[in-house]
């Protein structure tokens, strides 16, 4: 079975388990810092996914590093070990964050600008996409130089691309249309 329908799934379970226990918010904090040990330690996820190692010890070893964590999380944590699902626990994550946010009427957007946004940038271009979309929008800013200036959007599968470098293409192949004509 591919990583991304088991991600779905595993991620939907644990949605709808978390969503009957009222446990939304605490399960997302749990799922970050899972994934988060599990990207910053890749000695961890090449232990977890060797053949040798039997899934009781990998609940051994869980069951310590995430001894704190709900029993949701650890009872996840415990199955994909018996199945041998651990390549999956990022994408599991992820399928997790995006049922909450789906929930949640949350958006997430990435907004590729030239230099790092302020404060005042960011709630403005904040401001301005949840009236777009009609949602509460969570940004990553990521900086490309080469845009030049203004910004590209990306939410969901929608692109906004009001990038410098993107005007000047769109005006240079006006140009050229207009000398042809």
Known sequence: MSRSIIAKRYGKA?????REQNALDRTAQDWQLVTDVWTRHPELREWAVHPRV?????????DKLFGDLSDLTRNLLRLI????????????????????HEAKGVAEAEVITSHPLTKAGEKELIAVFQKI????????????????????????????????????????????ASRIG
């Open 133 to 176: 979309i009609g949602k509460t929008l969570v940004i990553t800013n990521r900086v490309e130089p080469d845009i030049l200036g203004g910004a590209v959007v990306r939410v969901g599968d929608r692109l906004y691309d009001g990038s410098l470098v993107n005007k000047l293409k769109r005006f240079r192949k006006e140009m050229t």
């Open 14 to 18: 644990l949605f709808e388990a978390a």
């Open 81 to 100: 070990a018996e199945r041998n699902r651990e390549d999956a626990i990022e994408a599991i994550g992820s399928e997790y964050q995006a049922l909450v």
């Open 54 to 62: 039997t899934s009781g010890e990998k609940k051994e070893v869980y």
